[in-house]
């Protein structure tokens, strides 16, 4: 009789599993100097602790906080392989993250003597000379029908969810064609996208057939961290500043912002898009119209 197959179960550090609540319930004053009851995001500080050497506070929402470390190591390349991880034990009474390692993280002082303090929500940090890495990685080609792009934008709408409630953060998905593999929220879209990262990492995840949303302007280190974690696609509500625009045309990542509805820009890749499900043109009065009406309905106190 043949013996079963035995299924290698990937490495996991030992790891704490200390994710909190998101939000804290407040009661604040509206317009009409009314008591309203309501949410509001909770934002906690976690500095990090490697090797019981002090590297950097982060700013979180303390939901996923051993993703978000696992990421933004990997991201940072400060530990490049998983199985150098001993344990990551993460202790919100002293606001601090213990990570031991199997062996000491070499040219780590190098690594961290070069640090640039990005434009994300919070003041992302990115340390190391991650241009370089860059230069090494080559992304799949992807291609991708508008139809989808608005599906999985129909999709990404039932998320948010502190948000909706508090308001406050930003969100990003990690997806595969009109499926979401996982949604994260933080106080920074630095975070959530490293805690996205640290999901990866963790469960061998490829990147190559996914799309990356966020709820954030596509900035440099926003492109920078999707490229390294292999994703081709970045797909994003908001806008795009030049530098990221500059190193996705260097990287060959699909940068696709304002995305809205049946609203898009694609700023870089559009030769990789199937433009299968042109809307309707609006005459300009009637799209006059149809914001207007928007804008009162939005306005409208609920019911």
């Given at each position: ?17 200390a ?8 009661i ?9 009851n ?10 990090i ?19 978000l ?14 199985h ?25 002082d ?18 190391g ?34 948000y ?35 999901h ?10 996914k799309?990356f ?40 990542v ?17 030769q ?6 042109i809307p ?24």
């Open positions: 009789m043949d013996q079963p197959t035995r299924v290698e179960q990937p490495y996991r550090p030992v790891m704490t599993n994710g909190l609540d998101s939000t804290s319930e407040v604040g004053l509206n317009e009409f100097n009314e008591e309203v309501g949410n509001i995001a909770v934002e906690r500080a976690l500095t602790y490697l090797d019981k050497r002090e590297i950097v506070t982060l700013m979180t929402l303390g939901n996923h906080p051993e993703l470390i696992l990421g933004w190591l990997h991201n940072q390349r400060i530990v490049r392989d998983i150098q991880l001993k344990s990551i034990q993460v202790d919100w009474e002293t606001e601090s993250v213990a990570i031991t390692t199997h062996s000491k993280v070499d040219d780590l190098n690594k961290l003597n070069h640090k640039t303090v990005t434009t994300g929500c919070g003041q992302g940090t990115v340390y000379n991650l241009m370089e890495e860059l230069d090494k990685i080559r992304l799949a080609r992807p291609r991708l029908k508008q139809s989808m792009i608005y599906q999985l934008l129909d999709t990404l709408n039932a998320h948010n969810e502190i909706q409630r508090a308001g406050a953060v930003h969100g990003c998905a990690l997806c595969q064609n009109t499926h979401i593999e996982l949604f994260i929220e933080d106080v920074g879209r630095h975070n959530a996208v490293d805690a996205i990262a640290g990866m990492w963790l469960n061998r995840l490829s990147g190559a057939d799309v949303y966020t709820t954030g302007r596509l900035t440099s280190e926003m492109v920078i961290k999707v490229a390294l974690m292999g994703i081709p696609v970045l797909l994003s509500r908001s806008g795009a500043t030049q530098m990221g625009l500059d190193i996705a045309r260097k990287m060959g699909v940068l696709i912002a304002r995305a809205k509805g049946k609203h898009f820009m694609v700023y870089n890749g559009h990789d898009i199937d433009f299968d499900a309707v043109r609006l005459p300009a009065s009637q799209k006059l119209n149809t914001r207007q009406s928007a804008k009162m309905d939005h306005e409208q106190p609920a019911g």
